[in-house]
């Protein structure tokens, strides 16, 4: 086995994508979401190298009980990916605190939450790893995209912090930074189209390599980032984005 990995936010989309790859690369695998129905059902399809447990990581007792669960079922942590996350889009001026607040829990605080429980181990570890999920909004944005913009700058901000803090005991952070990637989000939004064939073309035809990125694209990078080969990385963001942030509109 390469080692134990925590991935929240698990139960579709990126999040499946990355447990499906870790499994497949040797690692046991502790899926962790709120939707219990579709984050059991993909661990039962794991099998015996991958776990479920149904959490709210903006708590601090159920990202702490998330921990434990790994370490208790497959006897330590090495890798956590925090992939939890949510698109939310307000108006900076008639958002609420309630608002903001339910934006930061899950996109900042979680991540947060999950590090703090999970680092004793991943230092205990000798070489754990830590892989954020970000997004290209954490660096450039469009309008629109307030306040997920802004958490997802947290996130890598934190990801930077961590990398120069836990790096002296053995521990890398990291994060990737994903551009469109072919989840249902996308899919529910084609479907809102009059024309989903020529709006998906439009947005193909906007990234540098023509297309957009599939799950399993940002998940080969997270697992790259999870095992031994990226020893020497550390603090860093990867865009994983098909060139969509290498480019700029002029009108």
């Given at each position: 086995?390469?080692?134990?990995?925590?991935?929240?936010?698990?139960?579709?989309?990126?999040?499946?994508?990355?447990?499906?790859?870790?499994?497949?690369?040797?690692?046991?695998?502790?899926?962790?979401?709120?939707?219990?129905?579709?984050?059991?059902?993909l661990a039962d399809r794991l099998g015996s190298a991958a776990g479920f447990l149904?959490?709210?990581?903006?708590?601090?007792?159920?990202?702490?009980?998330?921990?434990?669960?790994?370490?208790?079922?497959?006897?330590?942590?090495?890798?956590?990916?925090?992939?939890?996350?949510?698109?939310?889009?307000?108006?900076?001026?008639?958002?609420?605190?309630?608002?903001?607040?339910?934006?930061?829990?899950?996109?900042?605080?979680?991540?947060?939450?999950?590090?703090?429980?999970?680092?004793?181990?991943?230092?205990?570890?000798?070489?754990?790893?830590?892989?954020?999920?970000?997004?290209?909004?954490?660096?450039?944005?469009?309008?629109?995209?307030?306040?997920?913009?802004?958490?997802?700058?947290?996130?890598?901000?934190?990801?930077?912090?961590?990398?120069?803090?836990?790096?002296?005991?053995?521990?890398?952070?990291?994060?990737?930074?994903?551009?469109?990637?072919?989840?249902?989000?996308?899919?529910?939004?084609?479907?809102?189209?009059?024309?989903?064939?020529?709006?998906?073309?439009?947005?193909?035809?906007?990234?540098?390599?023509?297309?957009?990125?599939?799950?399993?694209?940002?998940?080969?990078?997270?697992?790259?980032?999870?095992?031994?080969?990226?020893r020497a990385v550390t603090g860093a963001v990867y865009a994983v984005d098909c060139?969509?942030?290498?480019?700029?509109?002029?009108?």
């Amino acid at each position: 086995m390469t080692g134990v990995a925590l991935v929240t936010g698990a139960s579709r989309g990126i999040g499946a994508a990355v447990a499906e790859r870790l499994v497949a690369d040797g690692f046991r695998v502790l899926l962790v979401d709120i939707d219990e129905a579709g984050g059991s059902a993909l661990a039962d399809r794991l099998g015996s190298a991958a776990g479920f447990l149904a959490a709210d990581v903006t708590l601090a007792t159920d990202a702490e009980r998330a921990v434990g669960a790994a370490v208790d079922r497959f006897g330590r942590l090495d890798v956590l990916v925090n992939n939890a996350g949510r698109n939310s889009y307000f108006d900076a001026v008639t958002m609420t605190e309630a608002d903001w607040d339910s934006v930061f829990d899950v996109d900042l605080k979680a991540a947060w939450l999950l590090c703090r429980a999970a680092l004793p181990h991943l230092i205990e570890s000798g070489a754990g790893s830590v892989v954020n999920v970000s997004s290209i909004h954490g660096r450039l944005t469009t309008a629109g995209m307030f306040p997920y913009a802004a958490a997802k700058s947290a996130i890598e901000g934190l990801t930077r912090s961590l990398a120069v803090d836990y790096g002296p005991r053995g521990v890398r952070v990291n994060a990737v930074a994903p551009g469109w990637t072919r989840t249902g989000l996308v899919d529910e939004w084609l479907a809102r189209q009059s024309d989903p064939a020529a709006a998906m073309a439009r947005v193909d035809a906007a990234h540098p390599l023509g297309y957009i990125a599939e799950p399993a694209d940002v998940a080969s990078v997270i697992a790259f980032l999870a095992r031994a080969e990226s020893r020497a990385v550390t603090g860093a963001v990867y865009a994983v984005d098909c060139g969509l942030s290498a480019t700029f509109s002029v009108g």
